[in-house]
């Protein structure tokens, strides 16, 4: 069966970095966008970043462009967000995705998730 399992959560201080990590099994990677998306407390769990299945297009939410930055390894089967310059606001848990679409992307697999406490 089809799992995504994160990893490279933790507590980091407001302004500082973390990378998470996602490997995927049982899929085959190389055909399925890779994203990462995220619900903090209280709140609808919104889209933070996505990468097509050769990693030659990253998508990224404003909120998030120019600090965070989406790779993949596909011969490691596996996806990393790393996270720079963290606001205590993205606390939240983060979660890795593999999904596809010709016209409108369906995410179709989740990993269980991974927190993200930034403090201030």
């Known amino acids: 069966q089809v799992q995504l399992v994160e990893s490279g959560g933790g507590l980091v201080q407001a302004g500082g970095s973390l990378r998470l990590s996602c490997a995927a099994s049982?899929?085959?990677?190389?055909?399925?966008?890779m994203g990462w998306l995220r619900q903090a407390p209280g709140k609808e769990r919104e889209f933070v970043a996505r990468i097509s299945g050769a990693g030659g297009s990253t998508y990224y939410a404003m909120s998030v462009k120019g600090r965070f930055t989406i790779s993949r390894d596909n011969a490691k089967n596996t996806v990393y967000l790393q996270m720079n310059s963290l606001k205590p606001e993205e606390t939240a848990v983060y979660y890795c995705?593999?999904?596809?679409?010709?016209?409108?992307?369906?995410?179709?697999?989740w990993g269980q998730g991974t927190q993200v406490t930034v403090s201030s």
């Open positions: 049982g899929l085959s990677f190389s055909t399925y966008t």
């Open positions: 995705a593999a999904g596809r679409g010709s016209t409108v992307l369906q995410w179709g697999y």
